[in-house]
């Protein structure tokens, strides 16, 4: 049986800080957060108090919609060993609810590694799966194989719905490719929430298709859910005063709370001034901060793979070796939220950013991404500074 635990220090979820607070976990749920003089003791189980620093702070644990591997484990790579050792390290640095991103690949390696991340999900080690491709543009594929890139194939897409067995959560898609808005409607219809990106559309083309996919994912989803954007800015055209392209439309949509964009804050996908700029237009609501992390992710520089691409990893900055394109990330989602927090946006929301957001798009609002009563009890604990102190994920201690 787990044990029952009670943590103490500064309470932070939901967009709202609370001092002198606590967090008690039974059975791994938590029974009880908030103040600490407002807690029942005599009504709860003898608990373990957790001895912590002074000054910590109590999060939620974090939720990484978008993220291809850890610690020398590539999930593209179909290798279940090395998939298990990336999930181990990214819950113990805090990422205790992951998507497992694939790559645009070859369909057969699709589905071998749709079969591997299947298994993880079935077990619970991972929350699903998201599909980075292969419908994508050719004009802004980054580190994407071009040779795989395809325009849109209904055929192929239920192979790897079968393949995946009900765990593909999310799949990034060009809007301007033919097959585009049957794609939208076929992923909406089981559940799969369409995330646009690589994508070298117009500003109207972008529009158009988001606004549908936030409708159809309305009507078939949980409360919350609503289509993403993958990593804004990055995979497609920069925003022009005369061109606006698609970044003017997902910042628009954004901002009416119809779509949440994902932001690589991790110092190297994203200048500071660009994500406290994207906060304090669309607000920390409609932002999940994402790592799209890969293997090379709590190891040193050196080379390393993403999928069927080679990529060699410089002072922490990844990218392919064939044309030194960007190649995914090298951060955790914790070393992406104290970023965030540096950069000059207010803790409360880097941290809602990291944790609600992405929970209710997935949703699994009533499950994880906040600390209250009846939730898993995902916590990470962090120092002032944000680095980590303890994590406890369904109320067992990881670190």
Do not use: W
């Not at 606590?22 to 791994?28: I, K, L, P, Q, R």
Request: hydrophobic share 45%.
């Amino acid at each position: 049986m787990t044990p029952s635990y009670l943590l103490t220090g500064t309470l932070l979820t939901d967009g709202t800080m609370v001092g002198d607070a606590a967090v008690a976990v039974v059975d791994g749920r938590i029974v009880y957060a908030g103040p600490l003089a407002g807690m029942d003791g005599e009504a709860l189980p003898p608990l373990v108090h957790l001895e912590l620093p002074p000054g910590c702070i109590l999060l939620p644990g974090l939720i990484d919609l978008h993220c291809h591997g850890a610690a020398g484990g590539d999930f593209p790579g179909g290798d279940p060993e090395a998939a298990r050792t990336a999930v181990e390290f990214l819950h113990r640095s805090g990422t205790t609810t992951v998507l497992a991103s694939l790559v645009t690949a070859p369909p057969e390696d699709l589905l071998r590694s749709m079969g591997v991340l299947r298994v993880l999900a079935d077990e619970g080690l991972v929350a699903g799966i998201h599909a980075e491709g292969p419908f994508l543009s050719q004009a802004r594929c980054g580190a994407q194989d071009p040779r795989f890139l395809r325009d849109p194939d209904l055929h192929l897409l239920a192979k790897l719905l079968e393949a995946a067995g009900g765990h593909l959560r999310t799949m990034t898609y060009a809007p301007e490719l033919p097959g585009a808005e049957g794609l939208v409607r076929e992923l909406a219809s089981h559940g799969v929430v369409p995330s646009l990106g690589h994508t070298d559309a117009d500003t109207r083309t972008t529009a158009d298709s988001l606004a549908t996919a936030a409708d159809l994912v309305a009507a078939a989803g949980a409360d919350g859910a609503r289509p993403t954007v993958t990593h804004l800015f990055n995979g497609m055209p920069p925003l022009h005063h005369r061109s606006p392209g698609p970044v003017a439309a997902c910042l628009q949509l954004a901002a009416d709370g119809r779509v949440a964009v994902e932001l690589v804050a991790d110092g190297v996908h994203l200048d500071p001034e660009t994500v406290r700029m994207v906060f304090a237009l669309v607000g920390a609501a409609n932002i999940s901060l994402v790592t799209d992390s890969m293997a090379a992710t709590g190891l040193p520089d050196g080379e390393y793979d993403l999928g069927p691409a080679g990529v060699v990893v410089r002072n922490g900055e990844a990218r392919l070796r064939s044309n030194g394109a960007l190649a995914g990330g090298t951060a955790t989602l914790l070393d992406v939220v104290r970023r965030t927090v540096t950069s000059g946006v207010d803790p409360a929301g880097a941290v809602l950013s990291a944790t609600a957001v992405p929970a209710a798009v997935l949703g699994l609002g009533h499950e994880v991404g906040s600390l209250r009563a009846g939730l898993r009890a995902d916590v990470v604990v962090v120092d002032p500074g944000f680095r980590p102190v303890a994590v406890l994920r369904g109320g067992e201690v990881l670190r």
